[in-house]
């Protein structure tokens, strides 16, 4: 497997954050001003996804060489594959100041700036690249997210939209275009882009778990639950460790009066992600209608006490997100 080949399969699964090719699109270790030894030593890191050790020599490299943007470009990708994103931000803004940066390099960069949420920082390096490459949906795509998560909906469905022409077969963007016409109250319109999201979802090898999760979660808010517990499922078999299904399906088999299956649901949805409150509360309220106190009392508590450590932990200059990152409570895939 080439290098390149070999970071981009694992900048997917191991950060969640969807990105195109072009943010694993390294330059190849042959190219860079590298020592014969300390190129092998980086190339066997590399295989065994030993970062840190990639990371060290990198950074002596860069210390040795500072006027190198080719060493800190490859040094930001590898801390932005590792996860350390502000690094990886610095060591772009770095490279950037001694060389204009390649376009897949400027690409991660905005990626990094989304993650670490400095999303007024990410929308001039994407309105960039949308200015200097118009023909990329991705652009145009990342700019309706911000659009999205700025509750611009009006402009987000129109860079989806925009997305999507580029595009024909862009799920994410369907998906996506659907949370705005939800957001503005236009049911129907998201309704059709939400199935045609699934539709296409349904062609991928790799299938995400939102699409479907977005249809069943607009079904059951319209009381249509026997659609929506089918689109549920579906969300499950694609995404079993999807928190938010899970938690969504127990909802919907509450609702049905199914309530030992709506338990093991909801305590599922709390077992994926330890800060997801709401799966305990709707736990209590469960438990209370059967009579289990004590278990009731202690679904409520750890509901206060994740709640308590949301509130403790928010930032009042965040923005609303939904991607598929973190804890996915939020409605929200990529």
Not at 84 to 91: E, F, G, H, I, M
Not at 248 to 259: S, Y
Request: glycine share 6%.
């Amino acid at each position: 497997m080439t290098l390149l080949l070999l970071l981009a399969s694992w900048l997917l699964p191991a950060h969640g954050v969807l990105v195109s090719e072009q943010s694993s699109e390294l330059p190849s270790l042959q190219k860079l001003p590298l020592p014969a030894g300390v190129r092998t030593r980086i190339q066997q890191a590399l295989q065994s996804k030993d970062f840190t050790t990639v990371e060290e020599l990198l950074v002596k490299e860069t210390e040795a060489k500072p006027k190198s943007p080719e060493l800190l470009t490859f040094l930001g990708s590898i801390f932005f594959l590792d996860g350390k994103y502000l690094n990886s931000a610095v060591a772009f803004k770095k490279a950037e100041a001694l060389s204009p940066l390649d376009e897949s390099s400027r690409f991660t960069l905005a990626m990094a700036y989304v993650v670490l949420d400095k999303r007024d920082w990410a929308r001039p390096e994407l309105e960039g690249l949308r200015a200097a490459h118009p023909e990329n949906p991705s652009y145009w795509y990342w700019l309706a997210r911000l659009a999205y998560d700025a509750q611009q909906f009006k402009e987000g469905i129109a860079r989806f939209q925009k997305a999507i022409e580029l595009d024909s077969k862009f799920a994410k963007a369907y998906d996506n275009l659907g949370l705005c016409y939800e957001g503005l109250g236009q049911y129907d319109e998201a309704l059709r882009s939400y199935q045609k999201a699934v539709e296409l979802n349904r062609e991928f090898p790799l299938r995400s778990g939102w699409p479907a999760l977005n249809l069943g979660m607009l079904l059951a808010k319209l009381g249509r639950v026997d659609e929506a517990e089918g689109y549920l499922n579906e969300s499950l078999r694609n995404n079993p460790n999807l928190a938010q299904g899970h938690y969504q399906l127990g909802m919907i088999l509450e609702k049905k009066d199914r309530l030992e299956q709506a338990i093991q649901e909801l305590q599922k949805a709390a077992t994926l992600d330890d800060r997801y409150s709401e799966p305990h509360y709707a736990l209590g309220r469960i438990y209370r209608r059967r009579g289990q106190r004590k278990e009731a009392e202690a679904a409520f508590a750890a509901f206060e006490r994740l709640k308590a450590v949301k509130r403790s932990r928010s930032d009042p200059r965040a923005t609303s997100q939904r991607q598929e990152t973190s804890s996915e409570a939020a409605r929200g895939p990529l």
